[in-house]
């Protein structure tokens, strides 16, 4: 089984690679914030649980989340792998999710991280604001989000380097030129 995962700041393109990633190698997508949604919309106990905490405006604690992927991967034990994507965001997830995968007997394989450039991204959650009409993608929210990936993410970079699985990907330039650079990684990996 093949297990990805794709970090990188806000803007950096983690949702589009993600995609293309799905096609192109057959893996699951797993978003946690879509996960959590499906938990609270079918009821279950997990979500009813991680329901109470958001309504409050809080975080869902790990072990929640940690608890919904393990269904997740005992339900899709079928699947070629699974490419997460905005989980882990710190170091104590990623030691979670490595727990976790262990007991299924597998492990993170790859972990794809976009590098761009500060002022790029804030280009481009400007420009994505503008079109979407979302209320965060202003400067002021946008630097806020950055500090919080330096602050708490950008640390996974260290963590995930030491297990010799990181691999820095430029996230500039044409979406496919991109994803050939994340495609040959890859593929280093699984011939």
């Known amino acids: 089984m093949l297990n990805i995962?794709?970090?990188?700041?806000?803007g950096s393109g983690k949702g589009t690679q993600s995609e293309k990633l799905v096609q192109r190698y057959g893996l699951h997508h797993v978003s946690t914030g879509e996960i959590l949604r499906e938990e609270i919309a079918?009821?279950?106990?997990?979500?009813?649980?991680?329901d109470a905490y958001m309504s409050k405006g809080e975080l869902v604690p790990d072990c929640i989340v940690i608890e919904m992927l393990d269904g997740l991967i005992r339900k899709n034990s079928h699947v070629k792998g699974f490419i997460f994507d905005g989980f882990p965001r710190t170091v104590p997830q990623g030691e979670a999710l490595s727990r976790m995968l262990s007991k299924h007997g597998e492990d993170v394989n790859l972990v794809i991280s976009l590098e761009v450039a500060d002022e790029e991204l804030i280009d481009r959650l400007l420009k994505r604001g503008q079109i979407s009409g979302r209320s965060d993608d202003n400067r002021e929210t946008i630097e806020a989000r950055l500090q919080v990936y330096y602050r708490q993410t950008s640390p996974l970079k260290d963590f995930y380097r030491e297990r010799g699985v990181l691999?820095?990907?430029m996230g500039v330039g044409t979406i496919d030129e991109i994803f050939i650079a994340i495609e040959?990684?890859?593929?280093?990996l699984i011939t």
């Open 184 to 188: 040959k990684e890859i593929d280093r």
């Open 167 to 169: 691999r820095e990907i």
């Open 5 to 10: 995962v794709i970090f990188g700041a806000p």
């Open 42 to 50: 079918s009821g279950t106990d997990l979500g009813n649980l991680a």
